[in-house]
Nanobody, 126 residues
Framework: QVQLVESGGGLVQAGGSLRLSCAAS???????MGWFRQAPGKEREFVAA????????SYSDAVKGRFTIDRDNARNTESLQMNSLKPEDTAVYYC????????????????????WGQGTQVTVSS
């Protein structure tokens, strides 16, 4: 059984930083991973993606230059370092993993992910 557990969310002032982590268990193959977020009243949106190799990353325009995604395959974790946070970054952040992928594949659409975490709340005050 696959489980993704996010941690690291919280309340931070605008301009501050947070680091989200996602601990994965039960994954049995190479897996592209990603982060999505959903603000109240809005659809879930793509934030960042990383290939299984870690060599390929992708970011939404809204977070490019401020957020960094990385992963540690030996520890089965992925992380999202969020800097220069803005009130519009407030949302529930979800970790996602694809059942299998090639070493350098990455995905920016939720449709392609098979597993999801329960989400962690990030609130940025102005």
């Amino acid at each position: 059984q696959v489980q993704l557990v996010e941690s690291g969310g919280g309340l931070v002032q605008a301009g501050g930083s947070l680091r989200l982590s996602c601990a994965a268990s039960g994954l049995t193959s190479r897996n592209a991973m990603g982060w999505f977020r959903q603000a109240p009243g809005k659809e879930r949106e793509f934030v960042a993606a990383i290939s299984w190799s870690g060599r390929i990353t992708s970011y939404s325009d809204a977070v490019k230059g401020r957020f960094t995604i990385d992963r540690d395959n030996a520890r089965n974790t992925e992380s999202l370092q969020m800097n220069s946070l803005k009130p519009e970054d407030t949302a529930v952040y979800y970790c996602a993993a694809r059942a299998s992928s090639t070493d350098n594949s990455y995905f920016t659409t939720s449709f392609y992910y098979n597993y999801w975490g329960q989400g962690t709340q990030v609130t940025v005050s102005s």
